[in-house]
């Protein structure tokens, strides 16, 4: 690897990660389950969740990205043409491809279920009953379609032996029970019943190898016949989560107390809580109430926000959240017990109501210390209103304190 590509890798591998983290509030497929929609349940059968008991036989994957030359005992190439979402899976390697190459039991043949290469499907059902279980597999011989279907591995005698015998050599459906007067068996032979509504596993398991499966179907109308590709799976994924609007940049912190919430107007020139913005702001349309200091404050309680009262308590770090404007860089003091522990002016933004972050350092606090947060509602002359210019509101958030 030379240079150039190492360094490609990196940035690639960098670009990943900052995709994965700009997308928490995503849902990934672990996020996501199948669910019953309409009594009706479609599973991709690539998207199992686990395997279990797959060191002699093995499901694998095939889809866009797979080769014929994945080395396993095999007796035909890949059939990703007509596979639903494109990929399946083939229990491999196999070893009895027909009649005339021996049966070795629990290697190559598995009389009964859930001994080698165990799926498991979670599956929400809203609804309890019996559903009849559709396969839709590719059999090009007569010793590879045999399958036992399980439900919380548990092998109910109505699930074991699907058989699949029409259709050779292409993508079919079927819901046959092998029995021993009829190897083929009749449609609507395999069903499970659901207990009770809530997240169950489904679970396949090993008759055959070389059975290739693309994809399931869980129905409770007996009159259900799949065609084609069947129905798209029927899988829920949740809604992107919201993301937090106020305190955006606050990663990490011990108590916020929100401006509306925590601080009481005093003084001549009053705050009002402006709700849309979740702020205390100056109402500037008062021509008095401009340019000059308009002062709220807090009375620390006994308890100091905590459960028990307490003598004092030190935040390592305080922080005044403010909200900036386009139409003024308003100025605010925050002051304990009447001194000034730090004075900020807002910065110039393209921006209205984002917020900016000032510093207060660390802080000692007892009960009955007064907090006073003063702002200023101040116009830059950049904005135009009613023959004058618009003014910034003085608009505040909250202090942020950290222990
Ligand atoms: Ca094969
Ligand atoms: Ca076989
Ligand atoms: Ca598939």
Request: with cysteine; aromatic share 10%.
């Amino acid at each position: 690897m030379n240079m150039n590509s190492i360094n490609k890798k990196s940035i690639f591998t960098c670009l990943l990660f900052s995709l994965s983290t700009t997308n928490t509030s995503h849902a990934s497929i672990k996020d996501s389950i199948i669910t019953t929609e309409n009594g009706i349940a479609v599973i991709e059968a690539e998207n199992y969740s686990a395997q279990f008991n797959a060191d002699t036989r093995r499901w694998i994957v095939f889809n866009n990205q797979s080769n014929n030359a994945h080395g396993l005992a095999d007796s035909d190439t890949l059939h990703l043409e007509g596979a639903s979402n494109d990929a399946y899976i083939e229990l491999l390697p196999d070893t009895r491809t027909n009649h005339y190459e021996p049966l070795v039991h629990d290697v190559n043949f598995s009389s009964a279920p859930g001994k080698l290469a165990v799926l498991t499907y979670p599956v929400y059902f809203d609804t309890p009953g019996t559903y009849f279980v559709w396969a839709r597999a590719y059999s090009s011989g007569s010793e590879d379609n045999g399958l036992h279907v399980g439900l919380n591995n548990t092998w109910p005698s109505t699930s074991q032996r699907l058989q699949l015998c029409e259709g050779k050599n292409k993508w079919t459906w079927s819901s046959n029970q092998r029995q021993k007067e009829n190897h083929c068996g009749k449609p609507n032979t395999i069903w499970l019943d659901i207990p009770e509504s809530g997240v169950h596993n489904i679970t396949l398991s090993m008759r055959e190898d070389g059975f290739e499966l693309d994809k399931i179907i869980l129905t409770q109308d007996p009159d259900y016949k799949p065609e084609g590709l069947g129905p798209s799976e029927t899988r829920y994924t949740p809604s992107p989560l919201s993301l937090k609007k106020t305190f955006v940049e606050v990663q990490e912190y011990s108590l916020i107390l929100e401006a509306p919430q925590s601080f009481e107007s005093v003084g001549d020139v009053p705050f009002y809580h402006d709700r849309r913005n979740d702020a205390l702001g100056i109402d500037a349309r008062e021509v008095h109430y401009r340019n000059v200091w308009a002062t709220s404050q807090l009375k620390v309680p006994e308890k100091m926000w905590g459960k028990k009262v307490s003598a004092q308590k030190t935040f390592k770090n305080v922080t005044l959240v403010t909200l900036g404007e386009i139409d003024g860089e308003s100025s605010y003091k925050v002051l304990l017990n009447g001194n000034e522990i730090g004075s900020f002016t807002n910065s110039e933004t393209p921006t209205d109501y984002q917020e900016n972050y000032f510093d207060l350092g660390s802080l000692t606090l007892k009960p009955g210390d007064i907090i006073a947060v003063q702002a200023k509602a101040v116009t830059n002359g950049k904005i135009p209103e009613s023959g004058g210019t618009a003014y910034a509101r003085g608009r505040w958030r909250g202090l942020v304190f950290k222990e």
